[in-house]
Nanobody, 124 residues
Framework: QVQLVESGGGLVQAGDSLKLSCAAS????????MGWFRQAPGKEREFVAA????????YYADSVKGRFTISRDNAKNTVYLQMNSLKPEDTAVYYC?????????????????WGQGTQVTVSS
């Protein structure tokens, strides 16, 4: 069973930066595509970013494009989400997930294993 652990969340002000990490404490992520999703209070979970296993392809939601960067270090079995120019609307619980297959990166049901999430709160 794969266990994913997110970290790096916190309370920041608008315009600040945060870097989230997602480490596999059990199992591996190094040969799988990975994604980040988020869920704001009262809203459905939404796609944020995804990266192929070898970092050759990256995908972003329009709302974060140009501000967020997804990356990975396969030697460390870890995926990152660098978040810059944060806005209050970025406030959410952020989840990482390990993907099945190599298509439909934005669809939740294409992801097999999920972390417990890390809270990001951006004040105005």
């Amino acid at each position: 069973q794969v266990q994913l652990v997110e970290s790096g969340g916190g309370l920041v002000q608008a315009g600040d930066s945060l870097k989230l990490s997602c480490a596999a404490s059990r199992g591996t992520v190094s040969v799988y595509a990975m994604g980040w999703f988020r869920q704001a209070p009262g809203k459905e979970r939404e796609f944020v970013a995804a990266i192929s296993w070898n970092s050759s392809s990256r995908y972003y939601a329009d709302s974060v494009k140009g501000r967020f960067t997804i990356s990975r270090d396969n030697a460390k079995n870890t995926v990152y989400l660098q978040m810059n120019s944060l806005k209050p609307e970025d406030t959410a619980v952020y989840y990482c997930a390990r993907k099945l297959g190599t298509t439909d990166y934005k669809l939740e049901d294409r992801y097999e294993y999920w972390g417990q999430g890390t809270q990001v709160t951006v004040s105005s």
